[in-house]
DNA sequence: GCACTCCTGACCAATGAGGTCAGGAAAGTC
DNA sequence: GACTTTCCTGACCTCATTGGTCAGGAGTGC
C-alpha cells in the first residue's frame, strides 16, 4: 500500500510537461532539474509514458517530450498504472478474480472497496487540475480535513 | 498500491479468528487448513500480530491463538498497519511531510487524499464486519457500483 | 558532418516478498 | 518427571522489485 518512486517521479514529469504547455518539447534534463529527479533514471521513466501513449518524444536538437493528450485529458490513474502497473491488485491478481472461504468471505468486497476508493481520488484527478491547484472537490474535501494529515 | 500476501493473510486469519469468538484459543494449524495458508509463514505472521498487541496465544495443548480485543474493536487498518507498515507512504516517507517543488507543488494534497480514501476504508471495517458481511454503509456503497468491479 | 537529445539494454546493490527448516521453550497430560 | 503438543524464534533460501548507473546507438536539426 506505498507509492513508489518511479510513480511518484512519473506524476511529477507529467505536471512539469502539463504546465509547460504548448510551449514547445521540454527536454529531458529540464524536468530532471525542475523536479530534482535523477536523470537517467528519468529517463526510463519518461519510455514508460511513451510506450504506453501517454507522452510524446521528438530526438535530437529541439527534441524533447510534451503530453500526447490535453493535460486535462491525463489522469493521474494513467501515469501511475503506466509505471506501477494495476492499482491495488491484491497477491498479483484483481480482487475481482479471487476467491475467498469460510471467514474471510467478504473480504473481495472490502479489497474491491479499495480499489473503488483509491480509483475516487486518482481517476478524478487531472493534470490540469493538479498544476492548477484546484482540486475536484472529493478530492479537496479529503484532502482539507486536519484528520487526513496526521500520522498513525 | 497494491496489497500483499502477509496482508492478505493476516486479515483472513484474523477473521477465522474472530469467527471463533470465545470457543477457545485457535491453533495455527486450524487457520492455516480454514485458510489454505503455508503455516510455517502464517506463524510468522501471526506472530508479528501478537507483536503489535492485536492477537494473544498460549502454547502448548489447548494452546492457540485468540483476539486481544472484540471482533468490533479491531480493523483491517490495524491489522494491515501490523505486516505492511504505514499505508500510503510515498517513497517511504508520510505524505504529510514531503514537499514539492515548481508544477507539481499541489501534488502533496493528492497523496494525502489518497491515503484519507485508504483510511475511510480500512479503518471503518471491523472484523466483527467482515465476519457478519455486514460493511459499513460507505465501503457497502463502494463494493456496491457495478463499476467498482471491472478492471482497467 | 556535427551537436544534440532521446532510446535501449546491460548491469548493479539493496531490499522485500514469499516462503522453508531446524530447533527451543512453555503448557498441558499421564 | 516424561512426553506430547503448540507456539516462538532465528537462520536461511530463491526470486522479483526498487532505485538507480553506465555505455552506446539512433534520429533530428543546423
Redesign the pocket.
Known sequence: MRV???AD?AVRAAAELAAAGDEG?????R?AEAQEI????L??I??EL??HGLIR?????????WLAKPADEVTIAEIVRAV?GPIAHV??TPPEDIEYKGSAAHLQEVWIAVRASLRTVLEEVTLADLVSGELPSVVGDLAASKDAWVAR
Chains 1, 2 share one sequence.
Do not use: C, I, T
Not at 518539447?25 to 534534463?29: L, T
Open positions: 513508489s518512486a518511479k517521479y518539447p521540454v527536454k529531458g534534463e524536468l535523477p536523470l537517467q533514471f529517463e526510463h519518461l519510455l511513451k510506450h518524444a521528438r530526438r535530437g536538437a529541439k527534441g524533447g517530450y506501477e497477491q498479483s
